[in-house]
């Protein structure tokens, strides 16, 4: 999958990738597996993360079954997010293939490098790059986010130093050994705080986020951190080109800006990036002047609970996607419990057109009883899935290419599973599917589709984030 002609990895065009190579066949294509990191941290069981292989093509014997688990060589990695060593932005460089999957670890600080090309169906380890390398030549760690550039070197985002104080800054590894070439950035202010990140060439521009100071924020979330200034607020507006911080766009005390989209048509010059903690989507885009600014476009309020850390339950808006052609924007509320799909035809104005409960801490017959709720009369029914009750709450999410499947999983970071979901460290994460209205929107529950991983060999397991072989909607960017 993913493969054109005499071309390099992916797809041309955002719209390409969504009707797939072939005007004969449906829109597509299908994906047939899935990759999810699965973290042991936190749960008491002492075994290495693992990726884990699902078979998601329905006419398959094992569908809905984890069909490989490669297990890391080391215990408390904490896998996290991970990316590709070459994706559409070297589309058109046919010596590059898509063929190896980096798995950077958020508290151990190293990179694993896995061979999914050699049997798609049974990754192996390529290559470990360890802690020692990020902080020897860049002075950083806590690896989050790993985008692929067109110029076929891997771009990594940090969370802080090797002391686990906060610092937004870059590591760069060659795209054939990995090894560390040092920092992206080129030397001037370095932002306090760093997370997630997506860059524009056509716009000279690359944007990243911030969640928080590592040391703080493995322990556990306690909202008096937000007032001492431990946790972010910016995005921050970075020049492509000179690798220089322009700009530092404040988004509001306790807002903790997380994912950040850009949309995919390359030319465009605005995305959305979730606040975490303030409920909002914030659309950020290019001024007249040719700077950069932001403006609320959607916000989730509070709930006012009982039974509770706090009087006010936000929706902590975890993960945000946008489909390929640019027309819907998706997030899930993982404290809440809602996944949510909004029309942004006009991104100014988003449209709710579709919204489901999976989970979350506000169903009924749960500890939590709800007070006053701005959007809801009652509080949602638990989620039930072939006769299993979904523990935790919506988070991250992987869209099918075509726009028709949404898969979510429902942990966050072990230290606040255990924290606000101890049932998860108990019963492990699940992945599910929601079936999408493309046409008029609209977001349901497919009955058919559940991977428990609390029934894994070693034990109840947490897992995090989805990508496909060929490619998907939060790993592609298009020059």
Not at 157 to 175: E, R, T, V, Y
Not at 197 to 221: C, D, K, M, T
Not at 226 to 254: A, C, F, M, P, T
């Amino acid at each position: 999958a993913g493969k054109c002609g005499a071309c390099g990895p992916g797809y041309p065009s955002p719209l390409e990738a969504m009707k797939g190579e072939s005007q004969i066949l449906p829109p597509g294509p299908r994906e047939q597996l899935l990759y999810l990191p699965c973290i042991y941290r936190n749960t008491g069981i002492h075994l290495p993360d693992f990726l884990a292989t699902v078979d998601v093509d329905p006419n398959s014997p094992h569908y809905c079954q984890v069909i490989h688990r490669l297990p890391m060589p080391n215990v408390g990695d904490e896998l996290h997010h991970s990316g590709w060593n070459a994706c559409s932005s070297c589309h058109g460089d046919p010596t590059k293939t898509r063929n190896l999957l980096l798995l950077p670890s958020l508290v151990s600080s190293r990179i694993y490098v896995v061979d999914v090309g050699t049997d798609p169906r049974a990754p192996k380890l390529h290559k470990v790059v360890e802690a020692e390398e990020l902080s020897r030549r860049g002075n950083a760690a806590f690896p989050h986010t790993s985008h692929c550039l067109g110029s076929g070197e891997i771009l990594i985002s940090c969370l802080g130093d090797p002391a686990g104080h906060g610092k937004g800054s870059f590591i760069l590894l060659d795209g054939e050994t990995f090894e560390v070439k040092g920092n992206w950035e080129k030397g001037g202010k370095i932002p306090a705080l760093g997370y997630d990140f997506w860059y524009q060439p056509r716009h000279n521009v690359l944007l990243s986020s911030e969640w928080g100071v590592p040391r703080i924020l493995a322990q556990g979330f306690d909202p008096r951190d937000v007032d001492k200034g431990h946790y972010g607020r910016h995005i921050n507006v970075w020049d492509w080109s000179s690798r220089s911080l322009l700009q530092e766009i404040d988004l509001g005390k306790g807002s903790i800006p997380l994912e950040i989209r850009f949309l995919h048509d390359p030319d465009a010059s605005q995305g959305f990036v979730g606040c975490a903690l303030s409920g909002e989507i914030q659309r950020f885009y290019k001024s007249q002047e040719g700077n950069w600014a932001a403006e609320k476009v959607i916000e989730v309020p509070s709930k006012k609970v009982q039974g509770w850390l706090l009087p006010d339950m936000p929706g902590l808006i975890t993960d945000i996607l946008i489909s390929l052609d640019d027309r819907f924007l998706y997030f899930s509320n993982w404290l809440h419990g809602d996944v949510r799909q909004y029309d942004i035809s006009d991104p100014k104005n988003p449209k709710l057109v579709g919204q489901v409960f999976l989970g979350g801490s506000i169903s009924k017959g749960g500890a939590v009883t709800v007070l006053e709720d701005r959007e809801l009369r009652d509080q949602p029914e638990p989620c039930v899935v072939q006769g299993k009750k979904i523990p935790g709450g919506p988070q991250m999410l992987q869209l099918s290419l075509d726009g028709r499947r949404l898969y979510v999983t429902t942990s966050l970071f072990s230290a606040w599973d255990r924290q606000f979901y101890p049932e998860l460290l108990r019963e492990g994460s699940v992945l599910l599917q929601l079936d999408v209205d493309t046409e008029k929107g609209g977001l349901a529950v497919n009955p058919k589709f559940l991977v428990d991983f609390g029934k894994e060999p070693g034990g109840p397991v947490l897992a995090h984030e989805m990508r496909y072989p060929g490619g998907d909607c939060t790993s592609d960017i298009w020059l």
